[in-house]
């Protein structure tokens, strides 16, 4: 839930006595965008590093008079690195989708969430938003910080902004940290391998009971689909949680492709619409009763292949458990897509859906 997300959020960074770094691909100008730049510009006028990037295409309406009482309070706030020299440097389709905070080097918080009043559940198109965000305490941020150093330093214009590895930048906290191992995977089209696709492929392959996943943006590349199917085919129980309504019409018309070209393989295609509306923008995966997932990564070609993305990897049973749960709980705000709503589709909707196919590649 948003509120909730932002209420905890902003009880953490009221406590930040040293800094607070911030990473978003989407920082709206609006109702919750503004409280949040409030409680940042406050914590600058405290003395606490402050720093923030966005993503300027994500961040529509964000501009410098927005940022500035940050600023004039002493904070620091770039826009990613993608954002300039777009056509000579050839950036124009890549975009920081990442969603990180970092907070006295020893909190972090990454997941699906960007920061606007729709996340909030406050559009009447989406009606309520569903999403799934994480709060790590303990080295498990440690992986967060390194990427968001790395992104400041390859984003600020003067290299007197750029960052240095201080052990301030990495705390072990006192008393409240647990045992949960966590892998934090960042990816982006500066590496010539598709990590976190592979990591995906990889439980795919490996599973041996289920794979249950939700993601918003549903547009597999062939590897993802050849494994999708072989998990399938191999008695896995192989299900995709989607939403029912579009907030991308393309891209929504080609999930709905690939929504029914699985379903005909027998893969569970479950439709989010709470209470008759509603819109699921979680990037989770649970595999077997071990592992599970949670981060910005869409299962999409965009997500695999040209957005810089991360998702954290969970090795524990009580949590891939309560994962697992929370599914199920959603499961009763679904319907399952079956051959008789695909029958009852029109021809019109099924040419948007082709079309849209073919644009799969840059959706």
Request: glycine share 6%.
């Amino acid at each position: 839930d948003g509120r909730e997300k932002f209420d905890a959020l902003f009880a953490d960074i009221k406590k930040a006595t040293d800094h607070v770094h911030v990473e978003y691909y989407a920082f709206f100008p609006d109702r919750i965008g503004t409280a949040f730049l409030e409680v940042l510009t406050k914590k600058a006028k405290e003395g606490v590093e402050i720093r923030l990037i966005y993503d300027p295409w994500g961040a529509k309406g964000s501009s410098d008079a927005f940022f500035a009482p940050l600023i004039e309070a002493g904070g620091q706030v770039t826009a990613f690195i993608t954002s300039r020299d777009l056509i000579r440097k050839t950036r124009l389709n890549y975009h920081l989708h990442r969603k990180i905070v970092v907070i006295d080097g020893q909190i972090g918080w990454t997941g699906g969430f960007n920061v606007g009043d729709q996340y909030l559940g406050e559009f009447e198109r989406f009606g309520y938003w569903r999403d799934t965000h994480a709060r790590f305490v303990g080295t498990a941020s440690f992986s967060l910080q390194e990427i968001f150093l790395k992104d400041w330093n390859a984003s600020v214009r003067k290299k007197g902004n750029q960052l240095n590895y201080e052990d301030r930048y990495f705390v072990i906290p006192e008393g409240e940290v647990g045992d949960v191992a966590i892998q934090v995977v960042s990816d982006g089209p500066e590496n010539k391998v598709d990590i976190l696709k592979s990591a995906f492929v990889k439980m795919l392959l490996a599973a041996q009971d289920k794979v249950w996943i939700q993601t918003p943006y549903l547009i597999p590349d062939d590897t993802m689909i050849s494994a999708l199917l072989i998990a399938a085919q191999s008695g896995v129980d192989v299900r995709i949680m989607i939403p029912s309504m579009p907030d991308h019409p393309f891209i929504y018309r080609a999930t709905q492709y690939y929504s029914n070209l699985l379903h005909q393989y027998g893969i569970k295609i479950y439709q989010y619409q709470k209470d008759g509306k509603g819109f699921l923008h979680a990037k989770t995966l649970v595999m077997d009763d071990i592992i599970c997932s949670v981060g910005s990564t869409n299962q999409d070609i965009r997500s695999y292949s040209l957005n810089f993305e991360v998702s954290a990897f969970i090795y524990d049973e009580e949590t891939t458990l309560e994962m697992q749960r929370i599914f199920e709980r959603d499961m009763k705000d679904c319907f399952l897509l079956t051959d008789e709503i695909i029958a009852k589709q029109s021809r019109w909707l099924r040419f948007k859906q082709n079309f849209s196919r073919l644009l799969s590649p840059i959706l």
